[in-house]
């Protein structure tokens, strides 16, 4: 089995500070603010401060692996 991170959601802000955050303890979700529509929603930690292959250089993963 393969330990690639290519093709992954990557966070550049830690699930670690994010759960900080989170709108009741034990669930994994919490409000946001889209500041370009003017809105608040309740969204999860996996969907925010994240970007498919955030530290992906030239299709490899070693940036993200050392990391880890």
């Known amino acids: 089995m393969s330990n690639s991170t290519t093709g992954t959601n990557q966070h550049y802000v830690p699930k ?6 989170l709108a009741e303890a034990g669930a994994e979700q919490f409000f946001a603010f889209d500041k370009q529509n003017r809105r608040s929603f309740q969204t999860t930690i996996r969907n925010v401060a994240a970007e498919r292959d955030f530290y992906t250089l030239d299709g490899s993963d ?3 692996q050392v990391m880890n």
């Open 16 to 21: 670690t500070l994010l759960r900080g955050f």
């Open 62 to 64: 070693a940036l993200d």
